[in-house]
């Protein structure tokens, strides 16, 4: 079930996928305007993303799943609970706190 919550008058989703809490960052990014695919493919990113792997064996495709269907119905780019504050770090640092 989506969850939204509001941030500075733009929604963020949440929902539990797989058992873990997951964020629709392109919600994040659309209500911040930096753009998603910078973020996504920057080296700091992908760092944190290797980390992730290495320490919980987590791979970027479990933690950054793109759902091919509307909007309305979910579709978009969600991320896991361990890439949420890092994605609102990049966007501010207002956002991520």
Known sequence: MIQIFEYENSPIQFEVINGQVMAKVTA???????????W??????????NACYLKWGT??????????????????????????????RYISTVFEL
């Open 40 to 49: 996504k493919n920057s080296d700091s990113t992908n760092r944190y993303i």
């Open 59 to 88: 791979s970027k495709f479990q933690l950054i799943i793109i759902r091919m269907v509307s909007a309305e119905n979910g579709g978009g780019t969600w991320i896991h609970e361990k890439l949420i504050l890092n994605a609102a």
């Open 28 to 38: 994040m990014f659309k209500a911040n305007n930096p753009r998603l695919d910078t």
